[in-house]
């Protein structure tokens, strides 16, 4: 039996034939070229994404959001420590304050009363992690509160390309949201990242921040833009995907809707296999309501025995995930943590964390094949 790997980069041939068709064709490798326009162009088509920059990451889309808000020195940043780092040092190199909020226990994602709990006067940005592609299910009423209290809300949708909340795809809700195009996730150019801006004040300025500070795409592409030449107007960086990357991704966004139909019977044959037998072993973590890009399936052990059990997969040849370091116990996000922080639920819910295979190269015969070792270990111990 072959080793079942957690994640197997999406492959295709005609996604390969059209990096091959951009190499033979002697364009610029740097663009914009056809394939970011055609990306962009089907982003508003399915999702409605209006004004959008195609990233070298999920985390360079977070750090131009950080850019673009001009924090200061004693405001804060919260987000849920059970994320990924990078939404934290983004806002900390800025020389902002982050504070950290707790999980729920079934759900990974902080419960709207504990964001609550959390603000204060000095609260500028909210950061909501859409765990595991799905949203926390007061997204709605988050995003209304937040502009009551003219508080900045983010979506950190690395994984949640293709997912809804409710009838509106995520990305839609906050003020910015970014994606990713890693290879671990649904749709990836190897590298990369999208962000979405929704919040139109924001929109030149973030031409700007993405274009290395310059005004350049205001010179090359506004015939009415007063200025010949483009020069340094804000402080940026080099965000830009190039076009080499989006030449991988850009039949892949054509084929949303196929690949994420695949992902469906993956899960859906795990969730019909823990079905017929499981009881007290584990959980599973947030079951979709919406529509869904099906791209985890993570359970939650009962007990702290991890260890353990990634141990006798990997025997079997089985290679799960653990998932995330919670920030606040990580040894720079020890560094942010205020004095009589009290994280309960992420310490108790940290240990128990498991993500099981889910990619498009996985077969459904596999999926049974983990069932089965699942069901073989809990019998066993």
Known sequence: MRTILFNSPLRSRKYIKNVKKLLDSNKSLHGPGKNIFNIKKNLKSK???????????????????????????????????YGYNTSASSFVRTGCKIK??????????????????KINKKTKVI?????????????????????????????DAAQALGSYH???????????ACFSFHETKNFHSGMGGLLVINNKKFKRKSDLVFDKGTDRTLVV???????????????????????????????????????????????????????????????????????????????????REREKFLKFLKKNKIIAF????????SKMGKKFL??????????????KIVRLPIHNNLKLKEVDIICDKIKEYFKVY
């Open 221 to 303: 592409s506004n015939p009415n833009y007063f200025k010949k030449y483009y020069s340094w107007v804000e402080i940026g960086s080099c965000f830009r995907m190039p076009e080499l990357n989006a030449s991988y991704l850009s039949f892949q966004i054509n084929d949303i809707e196929k690949l994420i139909k695949y992902r469906s019977l993956l899960y859906k044959r795990y969730i019909k296999n823990f079905s017929n037998w499981l009881k007290d072993e584990f959980n599973i973590c947030n079951k979709p309501t919406y529509k869904y890009n099906y791209h985890q399936l993570t359970i939650i052990l009962k007990k």
């Open 47 to 81: 999702f409605g994404f209006d004004h959008v920059h195609l990233t070298t990451s999920c985390t360079a889309s977070m750090e131009i959001c950080a850019l673009l808000l001009n924090l200061k020195k004693n405001d804060e940043v919260l987000i849920p420590s």
């Open 322 to 329: 653990i998932g995330l370091e919670a920030l606040h116990l």
């Open 100 to 117: 950290y909020c707790d999980i729920e226990k079934t759900k990974l994602m902080p419960s709207f009363e504990q964001i609550k709990k």
């Open 166 to 176: 409710k009838k509106k795809p995520l990305g839609s809700y906050g003020d910015f």
């Open 127 to 155: 950061v909501v992690f859409h765990m595991q592609g799905l949203a926390v299910d007061y997204l709605d009423q988050l995003q209304k509160y937040c502009k009551t209290q003219k508080i900045y809300l983010i979506e």
């Open 338 to 351: 205020p004095k009589n922080t009290k994280l309960k639920n992420t310490d108790d819910i940290i240990k």
